[in-house]
């Protein structure tokens, strides 16, 4: 009965581990959004563009770290999930 109720929780733990991640993920989409409608209404300057690069690149950063933790694999190594959701490893 005790391994039951561990992987009750152990899954409950997942699943809203992953849906938290996945609402600062669109918080984050947002607020870049937000900040390309405010550099394109405001008064354009070299600065204000340069700012909103930055800010994007550190959010897109973010955003790639906390989906790749969110998914427990790259990217790019996603097609090489099996279904139960294990990382397939090819031994050549």
Aim: proline share 2%.
């Amino acid at each position: 009965m005790s391994g039951l109720r561990d992987r009750r929780w152990r899954e409950a733990y997942e699943s809203y581990r992953s849906n938290l991640g996945r609402g600062i993920l669109l918080g984050l989409e947002l607020l870049v959004g937000a900040d390309i409608i405010f550099t394109i209404t405001a008064p354009f300057t070299w600065q204000s563009v340069g700012l909103l690069a930055g800010i994007v690149v550190i959010r897109t950063f973010l955003s790639f770290s906390l989906e790749a933790e969110i998914e427990g694999c790259w990217p790019w190594q996603r097609a090489q999930r099996d279904s139960t959701g294990r990382t397939v490893t090819k031994n050549t």
